[in-house]
């Protein structure tokens, strides 16, 4: 079987199934578009805003893709391209696809809150609180992560940061456009979308570097040092703006406009896949341990539901979901394209990455691995020699896209760390509708709950974290602590399905087996790390006994819930 059939037959799958078991789905938890969304019950033109579903596509889109589910498959595919594939195909449907759907709707459901306050009726006040801290805690590895990737991209291609700095400039360009002026969406985009090829191609005109302004003569690795540290500076002032702002005037145009880089990459990676008809290459299956880009004996079990994180389930994706795009729905009827069929769409991605590396030599794919967006950028890259271009000029432009997403990701994560900061300070709620009463909030947390003081919060203990030197190291329980969140995040899908009365094995088997293999992943890392990295033990046994604590809290919800039952009968 050639790699393009394979892909193309993927794609059926994919397709077959947001109709088939998105049907499902839509029948399961009562999609009614004529239900009022929070974005217009509670609209505040800051962060409830109704947004045309096109819009909020390209932001949701945009803010969980990132470079994951391009990372994830290819440090997979050092045990052969056959397990990746299956777990993509079978994750994504019914785990991932399903989790992000499910947040979303279930944050509807509860005016806009995220997963926390419904978790605080199904498990209380603690279970609800020692979510919000392992959350917390998870958002800020991603900025802090995320800030020192794009602060060293920035010092190594100059032309990237100049085109993600006019990629910036253009988005409260493009609302003051069709918000001001009443230019319709489709005309705006006409206009602005070619604007933002057109920065990647001013980005190699006028690349914005920054170690022209220090001595020539000045040591190179200090200078470089320095000059990260100017970035790491700059993007903090950023992503605080970008906390801050209305969500219309900066994060959702930006990433819509972003999502367009995305959707021309996704188009010329299956265009070319198709005019090359690459070879399969690579073995389907290397065995049940391998060496991975690290270098390290890796077993295959619990590695692959670590590594294969947005491409199949992400715990970031429901902050996401029910922290950003569920106030901005204008319909309920676009839930299932927006929070269902956008995790699709990453699978696809997914699927497209392992074709880029599956059709390599071993050697080639052994030595290009260790570095996921290189190896990506090369093997597509390859395949639009088929389509007649130019493939230095195509692996530049599908390494500007990424890095593209990757500053989504980060200003994402900070607005969804100011959410979960401020909903960590809010006192108790009370009653059936989880009200909370404002007036007895004492003066203390009213200053925690302002949106420049929890942002403040999120951005200097970030940088913190990115300046200290341990942000790196603290990558492989990031992995773990993600899926980690899935798996609780499927936990309280399944105690609101239960609570229903409705099918909550959906929910339920998923979460079993994405808690006992992220479990596995932290427990791993806690024993290679007991005696090199404190940091590394101490947050992992955080994470592990937070989650056994809410996983005893939530089977005790279950319980109680049959044992109610059953007095009934």
Known sequence: MSATLLFCICLAYFALAYFVYGGFLKKLFAIDPNRPTPAVTEADGIDFV???????????????????????????????WLPALIWILVGCVFVGAFHDFASLVISLRNKGRSVSFVMEKMMGFTGRQLFLSFCLLCLLLVVAIFTLLIAGLFTAFPEVATSSIFFIILAPLFSLVTLKFGVSLKIASCVFIPLVFFGVYLGQLFPCDLKVLFDATADAAQVTADVKAIWIAVLALYIFAASVMPVQWLLQPRDYMNSWLLYAMLALGFASILA?????????????????????????????????????????????????????????????????????????????????????DHSVFVDLGKNPPKAFATGISGFCAALGLNVQYAMSFISLAISAFMMTSLDTATRLGRFICQELFMPRAKGEDQVVDVKAINPLRKVLLNKYVAS??????????????????????????????SAITLLVISLWLLSRNVNWLVAFIPMVFMTVMSLWGVIQVVQQQWNSNGVLVGIGLVLVVMDVLMVIIGISVISHHFKKAFSKQ
């Open 50 to 80: 109704p947004t045309p579903a096109p819009v909020l596509f390209g932001h949701h889109f945009a803010s969980i893709a990132g470079p994951g589910p391009i990372v994830g498959p290819i440090m997979a595919a050092y045990f052969g």
């Open 276 to 360: 090359f008809q690459p070879d399969i290459k690579m073995e389907a299956f290397t065995g049940f341990e391998a060496v991975t880009g690290d270098g390290k004996m890796t077993n295959l079990v619990p590695a692959l539901f670590i590594f294969i994180a947005c491409g199949a389930c992400s715990g970031f994706h429901a902050l996401v979901a029910s922290g950003t795009t569920s106030k901005q729905l204008d319909n309920e009827k676009h839930a299932l394209p927006i929070g269902y069929g956008a995790m699709l769409i990453e699978g696809v991605l997914g699927i497209m990455a392992l074709v880029a590396v599956m059709s390599m």
């Open 456 to 485: 403040a919060i999120i951005v200097l203990a970030s940088v913190f974290l990115a300046t200290s030197g341990e942000a790196p190291a603290l990558w492989p329980i990031f992995g773990a602590s993600n899926q980690l969140m």
